[in-house]
């Protein structure tokens, strides 16, 4: 998608690198084994997080595979959401929060200083746990992001193409004017969803979006991401192993260590992570033995 961007002007010269260029060589583990040489979604390098003093994630790599889903897993405290938030800049809103390293996205690094979190944020968009639609009409719950973004097109059609690819049109076409509060809890993530793929971002976050739901409407969710996938790159946080081991192509395992800092474990192809992992420590995770 060819669009242009605060985050594509106005840079040095390393701007010209293509991300291909950044991601060969450089003597950094990749940890991942990939399968191919394209380019990633996006690039976590070196990435440490704090809360004031409290170190709260360190050295994180982390190569994200476009139009994959990555599940981020691991038990409660050891950086998830941080992490996962490091990717849109949605950690800058935490007063306290600290993020230090690179996360490449198209090759440039979405901290540096001429780069406008506003614009990461839509490109990069989010659902998280709890449903939270606007306190509008489910329409305007849709048409929010491209108004603010000055969109002057077919709203209606957008706004009717966001619903179906969240596979919830059927169910709200006939009353688009109400509220998007009187829908039920699966329906307002689906909104939620719906809401962050009208501003057309390339990739999805999303922190541990079916825990406020029963297995049906996980299930239905489940089924959109994998429709998602094929136009969308997704990371998800989940606790939930079984939906980890379901849905997505990675996972990345997270844990803390005797300080509370979470960090990256083992980071794989989710078959493999889950088959047949490579530390005694993920093994222990996933088949129950702590966390
Ligand atoms: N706003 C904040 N201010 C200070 N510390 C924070 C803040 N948010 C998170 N932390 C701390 O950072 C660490 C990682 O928290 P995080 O929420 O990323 O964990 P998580 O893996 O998502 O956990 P859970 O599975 O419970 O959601 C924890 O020790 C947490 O207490
Ligand atoms: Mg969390």
Redesign the pocket.
Known sequence: MAIQTKMATGTSSSSASTLADMTSGGGMAAPAARTHDGPLAIEARNMNIY??N?H??RDINLQVEPRKITALI??????????LRAFNRMNDL?A??RVEGEVLFNGRNIYAPEVDAVEVRRRIGMVFQKPNPFPKSIYDNVAWGAKVNGFKGDMDGLVEQALRNAALWDEVKDKLKQSGYSLSGGQQQRLCIARAIAIKPEIILMD?PCSALDPIATLAIEDLMKELVEKYTIMI?T?NMQQAARVSDYTAF?MVDPK?T?HLVEYGPTRQLFTNPKEKRTEDYITGRFG
């Open positions: 809360y004031g409290f709260a994630v691991g038990p409660s405290g050891c950086g998830k959401s941080t992490v935490v306290s929060a541990e946080v606790h997270f509370r979470g």
